[in-house]
C-alpha cells in the first residue's frame, strides 16, 4: 500500500513571474486525464514533489494579474527547512512553471496570426508546466501508452495507490510517485496483478535503468533538444509519442513538433483544418513552417482552449467521442 506523510511545517515565499503570466492556465491543463496527483481550485494548486530525494507539499496560491504577475508559495515539509533548501526548492518551482521564462517574442511575432490570435487572446500569458519530475511524467506517458483514457486513469490510480506517496498537508491529500529503487526489484507479475499489460516490464525496466545508469534530470536540461531526445529514446519503451512528451513538458522544448498520436492527429485536424482526418505529415509540416522555434507552444495555446472550454460546461460532441474518458 502507499506510504503516507503527513506534512505540517511551514515555510511560506512569494515569488514574481516574468509577465505575462496566467496562473491558471500555466498550472492547469485541462486536457491532461484526471488523477490524484494534484488539486486545482482558480487561484490555488496543490501538488506533492520530489525533489533532492525529499518530498514537500506545495501550495500555490494567485495574488497578482496577468500583467502583474505574484504567487504566494507555500512549502510544505517534515521539518524547518534551512534557506539554501528553501531556495533550492524555488529555483525548481520556477523551472517546472516557468516563473522566469520570457515568451514575449512568440507574442510579438505571431500578433496578427489569424490561426493564433483568438487562442492567445482567450488564454494570454500561459506557459508550458510539470508538476512531475522527468521519471513521473515518464510514467505517465507509459501508462498513457496504447489505450484509452478511462484506462490509463485505472491504471494511474492503482499503482499509486500499492507503491505511490500520499502526502498530506493544508488540509488536502494529493500522491506523488514511487522512487525508482521503488519498483526496480518488484516481481513482474505482481505488477501485472493491478492490470497494467505489457507495462508491466517497462516500469521495471526503466526503473532499473534510472537507477543503475544514474539518470540525471538535470543533466538533460542542459542538453541541445536533439541530444536529450537521442539520450531519451534509448531508454527501453521509449517512442516518439512518449519522447515528445518528455521533451516538451519536462524540459521545456518549444521547438518541438516531429509526433502526433492517433487520437491527437483527430483533434488537430478539426482544430486547424475544419477536418474530420488530415494526414499526420501534413498537420507536422504546417505547424513547423507556421511556428516554427515556438511550434509546441503554438499548439499548446489551441489545444488547452478546446480542453478549457470543456471545463467550463460546453459540450463538443466530438471532442467526447475522441476523449472516451
Known amino acids: 500500500?502507499?506510504?503516507?506523510?503527513s506534512l505540517k511545517t511551514k515555510t511560506n515565499l512569494a515569488v514574481t513571474p516574468f509577465p505575462p503570466f496566467n496562473f491558471d492556465t500555466t498550472v492547469f491543463k485541462p486536457s491532461h486525464y484526471p488523477d490524484s496527483l494534484k488539486i486545482y481550485q482558480t487561484g490555488k494548486y496543490w501538488f506533492a514533489m520530489r525533489y533532492n530525494n525529499r518530498v514537500y507539499g506545495i501550495k500555490m496560491k494567485n495574488e497578482g494579474t496577468v500583467d502583474n504577475p505574484k504567487i504566494m508559495i507555500t512549502i510544505f515539509s517534515e521539518s524547518k527547512l534551512a534557506k539554501t533548501e528553501v531556495e533550492r526548492v524555488i529555483d525548481e518551482l520556477?523551472?517546472?512553471f516557468e516563473f522566469s521564462r520570457n515568451i514575449s517574442e512568440f507574442y510579438k511575432k505571431f500578433k496578427n496570426d489569424k490561426i493564433?490570435?483568438?487562442?492567445?487572446?482567450?488564454?494570454?500569458?500561459?506557459?508550458?508546466?510539470c508538476a512531475q519530475s522527468l521519471y513521473g511524467l515518464l510514467m505517465i506517458g507509459i501508462l498513457l501508452q496504447n489505450t484509452v483514457?478511462?484506462?490509463?486513469?485505472?491504471m494511474t490510480k492503482d499503482m499509486l495507490l500499492k507503491y505511490g506517496v500520499k502526502v498530506k498537508f493544508d488540509s488536502k491529500?494529493?500522491?506523488e510517485f514511487w522512487e525508482p529503487r521503488d519498483l526496480k526489484n518488484v516481481r513482474e507479475e505482481d505488477l501485472r496483478k493491478l492490470k497494467v499489460g505489457y507495462r508491466a516490464k517497462l516500469f521495471i525496466k526503466l526503473s532499473k535503468t534510472f537507477v543503475e545508469e544514474k539518470i540525471d534530470e538535470f543533466e538533460l536540461r542542459q542538453l541541445s533538444v536533439g541530444d536529450a531526445k537521442e539520450r531519451l529514446l534509448r531508454l527501453y519503451?521509449?517512442?516518439p509519442e512518449t519522447v515528445r512528451i518528455l521533451l516538451v513538458e519536462a524540459l521545456h522544448h518549444y521547438e518541438i513538433f516531429d509526433h502526433v498520436a492517433p487520437w491527437q492527429q483527430k483533434i488537430l485536424s478539426r482544430l486547424l483544418f475544419n477536418k474530420q482526418l488530415v494526414p499526420t505529415e501534413k498537420i507536422i509540416k504546417y505547424v513547423k513552417t507556421r511556428w516554427g522555434k515556438w511550434s509546441a507552444l503554438a499548439i499548446l495555446y489551441i489545444w488547452e482552449d478546446i480542453f478549457w472550454?470543456?471545463?467550463?460546461?460546453?459540450r463538443i460532441n466530438w471532442l467526447e467521442k475522441e476523449i472516451r474518458l
Open 309 to 314: 472550454q470543456r471545463k467550463e460546461g460546453k
Open 1 to 5: 500500500m502507499a506510504k503516507i506523510l
Open 173 to 175: 491529500e494529493v500522491y
Open 94 to 96: 520556477k523551472f517546472r
Open 237 to 239: 519503451g521509449v517512442g
Open 149 to 154: 483514457i478511462r484506462r490509463s486513469v485505472q
Open 116 to 129: 493564433l490570435v483568438p487562442f492567445i487572446k482567450r488564454c494570454y500569458g500561459m506557459h508550458g508546466s
